[in-house]
């Protein structure tokens, strides 16, 4: 925050001591009245003022003498003209702690910007150079800024203070460059709340004054806003330049080193791991470098490559995951059952003929820690319609190439090849029963023949979905959902116009009167959720959906009221409908019992695969179907299943626990919908010990579910196992792991000075850009801005001889009344 500049002319008190005035004055007034206090016991018995005169007269010549003592100064500023302006922005970032040089004993970039600010063994600095003709702000940048020191703040600390101490360490996590000018704009009305005090008022009192900013840092923006030249060219058109010094070399350093891994969180137990490994590498050209991959101690998967010039080689992996996971089932406790297992894995880079990387300067950047869960249970998929059609076709084929899916595909109705319905537990048969349905995490529920489809149908696949189950609701150009009325408990919509019950003219007619579609996208609350998301970027997500092929036509319906409407079209509109009646439901959800609905007005999202095969289709389809299923549970023992909602964890993050209890403590299974008097908490395990217990709240009395959240965790390795009451610790043996890694942190990723970026900064800025090895030139630049002086005068108060003559009188009044009260 940049303070409002002083006024012309201002005094204050200081002292010798490096004690601050308020804890100097503070002993000597409590000591003045400790000794007030003991002369009191004296003088009590005298009559008159004298019994108080006396004791005052004494502690004040004490107060007096103490204040002598700390040699007192009376510091007085005097602004004559029109000082400029001066800000000096220092990058506290981590890559400003680089040293440029083989020699440890040798300044970082942090240390070299405060020599050059303050100086350094008795040769004056910047500041010394400048403090008589400028007023000067100092602040320090990473991701924020933060005002540090101010030479006309007179209750400021001192120069010297701020270099020793409060800007010695380079540590910040990111470096945001805009952080450091947006601080000095002028208020306007994209000012970030508290981030910023505007200078304009500042200006008010310093009418006609020169203004500057000085940037030191490498230029290394790693937090992405990249609007820093933009702020610039503000800052030039309020009256202010921005030079810029880059600091640090302009080469890369000679380094290699893993940037990134790209990997799936989740894979099929006995599929195979595919991702890529983003490698760096500078000053290795042509030479060979080896990636490898480890599970534990052992390489899994190696390869290498040539780098031909300096910059990032992307490296694509592939291994079998069932050798692996084999291994880790071998070593299961007895008893317990893992629907996924975690697998620790670490990306490595070397050089092949120097197997000592000592030489580089950043070798602990040469790993990379991740891990991936093997599903060792596919998720499994039923999917029901009354015709092949081809939106069902592509969602089979997409999920039946995916190893970590299971699809199984009933069709019947005429013109199929079952006719009439089947039911049982056999492949192509209808579920009849609990146990049938519960076989699937998911189900697709096409335009079945309702003639066909019987209240019992609805009343398991209901149960179903009740118990925690998927259920997306594929309509069609039929529209016979609309026709099973024992499925109207579970429609998140009603149907404006039901389908005439015959499929002929009748038919047709009722699809001329559907309205046309001229686009689809997200609602406001849509936005938010994944399912919608095709586009990480917000921005080009709303274009991309914008983009996307529409059904010719929708059926018009209206959301029930505990429903959320994620995605609507916007249709043609009649003469006399509204803006708001142009708005029809096409993606609708809601929550029913344990698990979620979701209704999809049409069947022609087969037809984003236009030139793009499955790109957008299949990351549809895979998120609402995440997003349909409840989120499966790592481990599992007779009595309780324990998972969490991420696999790694950031430092700082808290961990969401969920657990399920499957049987009672005599091993009885839970009836569906008992209402549980357990209390039930989360044991947090790191090293052997208990270091958390976390109480877990009841989430859903049907199903037995709670749920509990951790505290951010620092980074390390956890275990989570589950304590209830009536259960005997020994049966509840399922536990399963929390990784929390330390930040990922790209500030170090590039560490040479981006003169390209601070030569633009300073051009829009309307200034110059000096490196570090000339900076001393950019003094030419601010020295002549300023047109006042700033004299600054100090009275030693301690030298002067009415103080002391002062407490000469007080102690000679003081020995005068007591003769005359007759004390000895």
């Not at 008010?204 to 840092?217: D, I, K």
């Not at 919608?532 to 059904?551: F, Y």
């Not at 022609?604 to 895979?622: A, C, D, M, P, V």
């Not at 790592?634 to 049987?663: H, P």
Request: with cysteine.
């Amino acid at each position: 925050m940049i303070p409002v500049c002083p006024r012309p002319n201002i005094a204050n008190l200081r002292f010798s001591w490096d004690l601050p005035v308020w804890a100097i004055l503070a002993i000597a007034i409590t000591t003045g009245l400790v000794a007030a206090w003991l002369y009191l016991r004296e003088t009590r018995q005298i009559p008159g003022t004298s019994a108080w005169l006396l004791p005052a007269l004494r502690s004040t010549a004490i107060i007096l003498t103490i204040l002598l003592l700390v040699g007192p100064i009376w510091h007085h500023r005097q602004v004559t003209g029109q000082p400029a302006r001066l800000i000096f922005a220092v990058d506290q970032s981590l890559s400003m702690s680089v040293r440029d040089s083989s020699d440890p004993q040798s300044p970082d970039r942090l240390q070299r910007s405060m020599e050059r600010l303050f100086g350094k063994d008795e040769k004056d600095g910047w500041i010394e150079t400048l403090r008589s003709t400028h007023l000067i702000d100092v602040m320090s940048f990473d991701a924020t800024a933060q005002s540090r020191w101010k030479s006309y703040d007179l209750d400021d600390v001192a120069a010297e203070s701020l270099a020793e101490t409060v800007l010695v360490e380079a540590n910040g996590s990111t470096t945001n460059l805009s952080a450091a000018l947006r601080p000095v704009l002028p208020s306007t009305g994209t000012a970030e709340p508290n981030e910023s005090q505007s200078v304009a008022n500042d200006d008010s009192q310093t009418t006609g004054s020169s203004l500057a900013v000085v940037l030191m840092t490498d230029g290394r923006d790693s937090a992405g806003v990249d609007d820093a030249s933009d702020l610039a060219w503000q800052l030039s058109q309020s009256g202010w330049q921005v030079h810029t010094i880059g600091v640090g070399s302009v080469d890369e350093p000679t380094d290699i080193g893993i940037t990134n891994v790209l990997h799936p969180e989740r894979t099929a137990s006995d599929g195979r791991l595919t991702g890529t490994i983003v490698a760096k590498h500078f000053g290795v050209t042509n030479e060979s470098l080896q990636v490898e991959l480890r599970s534990g101690e052992n390489v899994v998967w190696s390869d290498t490559f040539v780098a031909t010039q300096d910059g990032q080689t992307e490296v694509e992996f592939d291994l079998p995951m069932k050798p692996l996971t084999n291994q880790l089932a071998d070593n299961e406790v007895r008893g317990v059952d893992r629907d996924s297992v975690v697998l620790p894995f670490s990306a490595s880079i070397r050089l092949t003929d120097q197997p000592n990387q000592a030489s580089l300067s950043q070798p602990e950047n040469d790993r990379w820690d991740f891990r991936v869960a093997a599903a060792s249970r596919d998720r499994r998929l039923l999917i029901l319609d009354g015709s092949s059609r081809w939106e069902t076709r592509y969602i089979r084929n997409l999920l039946s190439r995916d190893p970590a899916w299971q699809v199984d595909t009933v069709l019947f109705g005429p013109g199929t090849d079952s006719p009439v319905i089947k039911r049982g537990g056999d492949e192509g048969d209808v579920p009849a029963t609990m146990d049938d349905w519960n076989r699937y995490d998911a189900v697709v529920l096409g335009e079945v023949p309702p003639e066909q489809w019987t209240t019992m149908d609805s009343d398991g696949l209901r149960e179903f979905v009740r118990r925690g189950g998927g259920l997306i609701l594929l309509n069609g150009r039929y529209n016979r959902l609309s026709r099973i009325e024992s499925l109207n408990e579970l429609l998140p919509v009603e149907f404006v116009a039901a389908a005439p019950t015959s499929e002929n003219d009748d038919l047709i007619r009722y699809q001329r009167q559907q309205p046309a579609v001229q686009s689809i996208g997200p609602t406001t609350t849509g936005r938010s959720q994944p399912v919608m998301l095709l586009s990480s970027d917000v921005q080009s997500n709303g274009e991309l959906w914008r983009s996307m092929p529409v059904p010719s036509v929708i059926p018009v319906t209206t959301a029930r009221a505990d429903s959320e409407v994620w995605a609507d079209a916007l249709v043609e509109p009649t003469d006399t409908s509204t803006p708001t009646e142009n708005r029809v439901p096409w993606l609708v959800t809601r929550l029913f019992g344990a698990g979620r609905v979701f209704f999809l007005a049409t069947d022609q999202t087969w037809r984003w695969r236009y030139k793009i095969e499955s790109q957008l289709h299949g990351r549809f389809w895979n998120q609402i179907l995440t997003a349909a299923m409840q989120p499966p549970y790592a481990v599992r023992d007779d009595y309780v299943a324990i998972g969490t909602d991420r696999i790694d964890y950031e430092a700082g993050q808290s961990a969401l626990i969920r657990t399920r209890l499957l049987n009672d403590a005599q091993g009885v299974n839970l009836d569906a919908g008992s209402n549980s008097s357990t209390t039930v908490d989360a044991l947090l395990i790191r090293d052997d010990q208990i270091i958390a217990t976390i109480p877990m709240n009841l989430d859903d009395a049907f199903r037995q579910t709670y749920l509990a959240q951790t505290a951010p965790l620092p980074p390390g390795a956890y275990h989570v196992r589950i304590r209830a009451s009536g259960y005997d610790a020994s049966a509840l043996k399922a536990t399963t792991p929390i990784w929390v890694k330390a930040t990922q942190n790209s500030e170090l990723n590039r560490v040479a000075v981006d003169e390209a970026t601070l030569r633009e900064i300073a051009g829009a800025g309307e200034g110059s850009y000096y490196h570090e090895s000339s900076a001393e030139d950019v003094l030419s630049q601010l020295i002549p801005l300023s047109r006042g002086q700033i004299i600054e005068t100090d009275t030693l108060i301690w030298e002067s001889w009415w103080l002391f003559g002062v407490i000469l009188a007080l102690l000679a009044t003081e020995w005068w009344m007591r003769k005359k009260v007759g004390l000895v």
